[in-house]
T-cell receptor
């Protein structure tokens, strides 16, 4: 069965700290896709990244970076030099064939 | 310029009444989805559609039905609302299917009293 585990329910950091959000997944598929979505306090869901199982290169986008490791079934998300605007719930997501399967989310609070 | 809109945005209803939530898209995307979001559960799939009149159940479909008579509209009906259906409901669309991600609507906050 497809499963996503985000063990960190809540994280609190002070602005400018680096923070890593963990994501571990389970799948029997050889081809699969992983995503991260952000949900700020306003409530909308914002797409951040999509990664397929054949591409293990790490990705960097500004202060955001993602570390995909098939050997440990992990797809971790790091925010460098966090800012207050990064405060949100972050979801790690795995496709399940007919739909996307969401983790329970990690709530990140960045304080000044 | 939103390509996907949900209505209503907020609703309070009484236990036992039927409720219909609407998802409307202007993107002509084939795939549409309804999720509910509850604290501690993330987003859970209720129903999805892969074309007009083609729908199927997700993991939490009990008590819900859907209809898609036009590409642009995907309706979610709570046949007899219960307090356990108090939640935030999100609609999502996808042009090419879940492997390519979704665009989400803004959500509908439903309270059943």
């Amino acid at each position: 069965a497809q499963k996503v585990t985000q063990a960190q329910t809540e994280i609190s950091v002070v602005e400018k700290e680096d923070v890593t959000l963990d994501c571990v997944y389970e799948t029997r598929d050889t081809t699969y896709y992983l995503f991260w979505y952000k949900q700020p306090p306003s409530g909308e869901l914002v797409f951040l990244i999509r990664r397929n199982s054949f591409d293990e290169q790490n990705e960097i986008s500004g202060r955001y970076s993602w570390n995909f490791q098939k050997s440990t079934s992990s797809f971790n998300f790091t925010i460098t030099a966090s800012q207050v605007v990064d405060s949100a719930v972050y979801f790690c997501v795995l496709n399940s064939g007919y739909a996307l399967n969401f983790g329970k989310g990690t709530s990140l609070l960045v304080t000044p | 310029d939103a390509g996907i809109t949900q209505s209503p945005r907020h609703k309070v209803t009484e236990t036992g009444t039927p409720v219909t939530l609407r998802c409307h898209q202007t993107e002509n995307h084939r795939y549409m989805y309804w999720y509910r979001q509850d604290p501690g559960h993330g987003l859970r799939l209720i129903h999805y559609s892969y074309g007009v009149k083609d729908t199927d159940k997700g993991e939490v479909s009990d008590g819900y039905s859907v209809s898609r008579s036009k590409t642009e509209d995907f309706l979610l009906t709570l046949e007899s609302a219960t307090s356990s259906q108090t939640s935030v409901y999100f609609c999502a669309i996808s042009e090419r299917g879940p492997n390519y991600g979704y665009t989400f609507g803004s959500g509908t906050r439903l309270t059943v009293v």
